[in-house]
């Protein structure tokens, strides 16, 4: 059976694809040193995640399928979904006991909120919010329903505590997110300390996924948004969230990245989550420290100039058309 397993919960914006990117390019090396990153794909901790949560049109055992591969396994396995940060106490304890003897250690991944709260409104309007950046940010703080799922997916000392009190302080660790001047390596070590990978310089590197929106190219998925409301779940994603995904982020050199000032009411905030935190009792890998908000250098995108936005609608139509192979020219 696994020695010991690795179970990252995230939280999303913390480094989570960088951190799946790495283990999945590197799955054979990995397995070499004793290290477990089932696969094929990432698909299959997504699977048996909403399995484990039930979740709407999940595959039924791929929960059992996963955890039966990590019990069979004679080194360290590692298990990383991003939506486990919400699950509740079946979950957990369904987690606490899916492992034997393992040494099992729970990774809350942690970015400060100052950097968390625009990344958090482009990742919104990437999933259909037609919230403007400044209803985003007032709806944290007033925990409208768009904060208080904004709460439930970062609440860092929440969802310590919530693991913490069903598993034991002693099998969650907190790895903070290092500031944006600290080496690129940086976050990759403090996950491997916890994780006993070993320090080499040789890792591949996975193609970059998920990458950020500029101002103005996330003010038109937002303005997109509105337009196609009328759009079922599935052809939203597949025509509208497809270019906030795969062809906004190639106009991001042009544009100014979303500026954000931390507001007092929010620093108070991440001051109680570092408490909180530190009093739980849990590992911290970094610094707490880390998790002191930080300003964020750009456009408030209430301030994008419009010819911005065109530039940026037009670069994504640009891309569409030279993609589509269904519009023709009448003859």
């Known amino acids: 059976m696994a020695q010991r397993v690795i179970v990252h919960i995230g939280l999303m914006k913390s480094g989570t694809t960088f951190l799946q990117g790495r ?8 397995d070499a040193h004793g290290v477990l990153f089932p696969g094929p794909s990432w698909r299959r901790h997504v699977n048996a995640v909403q399995d ?52 099992l250690r729970i990774v809350v991944g942690a970015r400060d909120l100052g950097r968390t709260v625009p990344a958090m409104w482009q990742e919104a309007v990437k999933n259909r919010s037609v919230l403007d950046f400044r209803q ?27 693991w913490a009190e069903r598993l034991g302080p002693q099998h969650v660790y907190v790895v903070t997110l290092p500031p944006p001047d600290a080496p690129g390596e940086v976050l990759w070590e403090r996950f ?13 590197e996975a193609p970059r996924a998920n990458e950020s929106l500029g101002a103005a190219s996330a003010l038109v998925m937002r303005r997109l948004n509105e337009l196609t409301a009328d759009l079922p779940v599935k052809a939203y994603k597949r025509r509208v969230k ?38 739980s009792g849990v590992h911290v890998v970094g610094d707490l420290a880390d998790l002191t908000p930080l300003d964020v250098p750009g456009a408030d995108p209430a301030t994008v100039d419009p010819e911005a936005e065109l530039e940026a609608a037009l670069a994504a139509l640009d891309a569409v058309l030279r993609q589509s192979k269904r519009i023709r020219a009448n003859p």
Not at 23 to 30: H, P
Not at 77 to 94: C, D, H, N, Q, T
Not at 137 to 157: H, K, L, M, S, T
Request: net charge neutral; no cysteine; hydrophobic share 40%.
């Open 192 to 204: 491997s300390e916890v994780a006993g990978i070993p320090v080499q310089s040789s890792w591949r």
């Open 52 to 103: 484990l949560m039930g979740s709407s049109g999940a595959t039924a055992g791929s929960w059992d399928s996963l955890t039966q591969e990590v019990n069979a396994y004679p080194g360290t396995a590692v298990i990383s979904m991003e939506y486990l940060a919400m699950a509740g106490p079946r979950g957990i304890k369904i987690i606490g006991r899916s492992f034997g003897d393992a040494d």
């Open 23 to 30: 283990l999945g390019a590197n799955r054979t090396d990995l």
């Open 242 to 279: 497809a270019v906030g995904k795969h062809l906004l982020p190639a106009h991001r050199g042009a544009e100014q990245p979303i500026g954000f000032t931390v507001p007092d009411w929010l620093h108070r905030e991440a001051a109680s989550i570092r408490g909180e935190i530190s009093a």
């Open 136 to 162: 985003y940010v007032d709806g944290i703080r007033d925990e409208a329903e768009n904060g208080r799922r904004f709460w439930r997916q970062q609440q860092a000392a929440r969802i310590v505590t919530r």
